[in-house]
Nanobody, 126 residues
Framework: QVQLAESGGGLVQAGDSLRLSCEAS????????MAWFRQAPGKEREFVAA????????YYGDSVKGRFTISRDNAKNTMYLQMKSLKPEDTAVYYC???????????????????WGQGTQVTVSS
């Protein structure tokens, strides 16, 4: 059974940094796209960042460009999201997602992903 488990969320102050982790179990995703999305209360789930394969095909949402960095460690079957210069508007539940099949592009919509974690809360105070 495939499972994605996020960790690393918490309460921080504006300007702080935080690193989220997403550990996959049940299968490996080294050749498949993985992504981070987030959802704030009352808002749609928003694309944050995605990578098509290890170290390549990386894209970011406009609101996090230059502040967030997505990476993967295939040996650990784990994806990361390094977040810097956090702002109150970054407050949301952050979800990791994985696609079950190969893709020749980097998907950036939630409908393209097959597996989802339960989410980890990130709260940024002003």
């Amino acid at each position: 059974q495939v499972q994605l488990a996020e960790s690393g969320g918490g309460l921080v102050q504006a300007g702080d940094s935080l690193r989220l982790s997403c550990e996959a179990s049940g299968r490996t995703f080294s050749s498949y796209p993985m992504a981070w999305f987030r959802q704030a209360p009352g808002k749609e789930r928003e694309f944050v960042a995605a990578t098509r394969w290890s170290g390549g095909g990386i894209y970011y949402g406009d609101s996090v460009k230059g502040r967030f960095t997505i990476s993967r460690d295939n040996a650990k079957n784990t994806m990361y999201l390094q977040m810097k210069s956090l702002k109150p508007e970054d407050t949301a539940v952050y979800y990791c997602a994985a696609k079950a099949t190969y893709s020749n592009y980097t998907p950036m919509t939630k409908g393209d992903y097959d597996y989802w974690g339960q989410g980890t809360q990130v709260t940024v105070s002003s």
